[in-house]
């Protein structure tokens, strides 16, 4: 008697039905080019899932994110969904996954995905928290995750810069949109400037982001915290529209994606 493969190899060639699955991700970013795909040379989160979901299915499939984490940045709640012929049970899909996935990889969970879902365009809104370690000593375990920053911060001043970071603006001063010529009007509900143990924790919410915008607004909002930056003076940068008068982006291990909604669907960290 023939022995039959294990589950985890079954091919797209033994069936002709195709699903859409929509992943959950956590990554590590620091030894990653970013979630999108760079090109030959560059290690990604897309490449990475790409490249497994192939080897193990028989059948390539494209890989789309909610969201195009730079390089260095990680995440605790991103979400991606490919379609696929591979026969792997919807309940084994993330463990086959995981199996073959390097150590900072990781699907936290798989489902077959609602009719006409899409993981970047259904997004209604996502969260961003980025962590700065404040105090005289740096850390050997947040050391990949947290920007150190010795001097203590005036956090009244940064929530009152925080201020006018809120709601419907033009923010071409803080980033630049995925495409040359979109717009950069974006809508921020949420910033957050709060305190946790050592940390400072900057979250962040909104429909959606320029490119290197949260990292934008932490490094304004640090100058201000600082003293090096009036709180009233980063009205006059966003109002400004001019990208070189922004102060200089916060660094990118600092900065985690936590949370993705849609709806009626929430996918969190």
Known sequence: MATALPWCFWSSSTTKERRTFRLKLEYD???FAGFQLQGAGFRTVQGELETTIERLSGE??????????????????????FETGWS???ERLALALNNALPGDLVVKSAAIAEPGFHSRFSATRRTYCYAV???????ALLGRFALHQRTALDLDSMRAGASHLLGTHDF?????P???????????ERLDIRTWKDCVLITVRGNAFLRQQVRAFVGTLLKVGHGRLLADEVARIRDGQDRAVCPPIAPAKGLCLVR?????????G
């Open 60 to 81: 390539f499939s494209r890989v789309h994110g909610a969201g195009r984490t730079d390089a260095g940045v990680h995440a605790l709640g991103q979400t991606a969904h």
């Open 260 to 268: 993705v909604d849609y709806r009626g669907l929430r996918i969190t």
């Open 88 to 90: 792997v049970p919807n």
């Open 29 to 31: 970013g620091t030894d």
């Open 172 to 176: 071409a001063a803080f980033g630049q």
């Open 178 to 188: 995925s495409e040359p010529g979109r717009s950069t009007v974006r809508y921020v």
């Open 133 to 139: 370690l404040n105090r005289q000593a740096p850390s």
